[in-house]
Nanobody
Framework: QVQLVESGGGLVQPGGSLRLSCAAS????????MGWYRQAPGKQREVVAG???????NYADSVKGRFTISRDNAKNTVLLQMTSLKPEDTAVYYC?????????WGQGTQVTVSS
């Protein structure tokens, strides 16, 4: 069974930056094809960024140019660098397989963008 643990969230002012980390452990051979998702209060969970097994990246239009997904295969870790944060980025952020959800959701990490 694979466990996903997200971290790195917090409270940041508009225009600020955060780096989220997703550590995968358990019965996982690699962290290829992983993505970041978010769920804001009262809204459905949505994909934010994804990286295919071949290394191609995909981003939601709302975060293009501001967010960057990367991975460290040696550490089984997926990262999300977020810059120029906006209040509308406020949500709980999760990682999982991409484009297919393959694992049980972790607890997520809260990102709050507010002045």
């Amino acid at each position: 069974q694979v466990q996903l643990v997200e971290s790195g969230g917090g409270l940041v002012q508009p225009g600020g930056s955060l780096r989220l980390s997703c550590a995968a452990s358990g019965s996982i051979k690699s962290i290829n094809a992983m993505g970041w998702y978010r769920q804001a209060p009262g809204k459905q969970r949505e994909v934010v960024a994804g990286m295919t097994s071949g290394g191609s990246t995909n981003y939601a239009d709302s975060v293009k140019g501001r967010f960057t997904i990367s991975r460290d295969n040696a550490k089984n870790t997926v990262l999300l660098q977020m810059t120029s944060l906006k209040p509308e980025d406020t949500a709980v952020y999760y990682c999982n397989g991409f484009p297919l959800i393959r694992f049980k959701w972790g607890q997520g990490t809260q990102v709050t963008v507010s002045s």
